[in-house]
């Protein structure tokens, strides 16, 4: 049974301690060549596209820590005619089982019918925590679809992780997918950022969600919104992107904290009561 | 304690009194948020600092969203200006050149 791992930082320790510094190294590379690959793009709200990559990678590590499905998440968006990378360079890099996950993804993505049962599990894996991750920066997208994806996420996708016994990122798929529906998280007319009942999200949101989700869940809210007062104290754009990634570097010791630290008291703690929103 | 905590704790000294929220605290003591947040969370649970939202009505008049601010607890002050001392007579200075 693979070790689960919670950061970008702790993934790599994991994968290195289960399967040796050659594990490691794999992961490493599938993440030059993604990085490399993306560089100077950016997604519709705004965000580096690499960062998409990383955090599918720390999802799919989350649940499986296996170094070929963390390589295959860090490039599963590099088979595309922009990064000019086909299957072949990919699999001198990297080997073929990894190439043979993300060909599989790619065959998902475009087929749209597919018998899941009949594709490999870590494949289906890392396309529901592709879908994962863009629920939760699909405010770029139009309306429509939001919806389309928000509903086949319902119906299809959140099933599928079910019938893996992947209860936990059913859950998050639903509950993301059902806000997406209730118009909780809509796009702006700038495009490059959502935001949440009436607040514009900053550059890097998606960069402090994920950091949000290796805290205990009951913390997760508390800093959110702590992050939220901060990062919007700064003006630029790169600025607020620095700011996002040095939290998410942080937050596997942030999270060890907040664990390890047990509270004084109701009336000892600082009071979160009056905490003003919840994403 | 480490340089990083220190440098904290600095931060707050000439001001005892004062509240700062995240960044300004990362700014004056020199060191990165991602080093900033751990140490607040386990200077809270220690009750040498508290930290508290400000109020909403607040943050709507400056149209920004509600920021959470932190301030030094007696205790905390103590410790600050313990680190201070101990700082200024041979363990180095701790405004700057702070790791985690």
Redesign the interface.
Known sequence: MPTAANGWSDLLDVVEAGHGSDARSLVLDAYDIAEAAHRGEFRRNGEPYFSHCVAVAIIVGGLDAHPEPVAAALVHDCLDSRTGLSPEMLTVRLGQDVVALVEQVVDIDRRGDVAFEEVDPRAVILKLADRLHNLWTIGALTRDKQLRKAHETLEVLAPVADRLGEAGLAHALRSSAERTVRGDLVSDPAGRSGHVHG?RLPSGWSILRCAALLLPAESRSR?L??W???I???GEHGERWR?AI??????P??A???RR????GPE?????R????VP | MTLATRAVLAAFVDDPAGEKYGLEIARSAGIASGTLYPILARLESYRLVEGYFEDPATSQEAKRPPRRYYRLTRDGVELATEAQRRGATGFGGFRTGATA
Do not use: I, K
């Not at chain 1, 040095?246 to 937050?251: F, R």
């Open positions: 607040h800093w919104t702590e939220r007062g901060e919007m104290s700064l700011f040095d939290v998410l570097l942080g937050a010791y942030l060890h904290v907040v630290e047990s509270p004084v000892g703690r600082s009071s979160d009056e905490t003003p929103w």
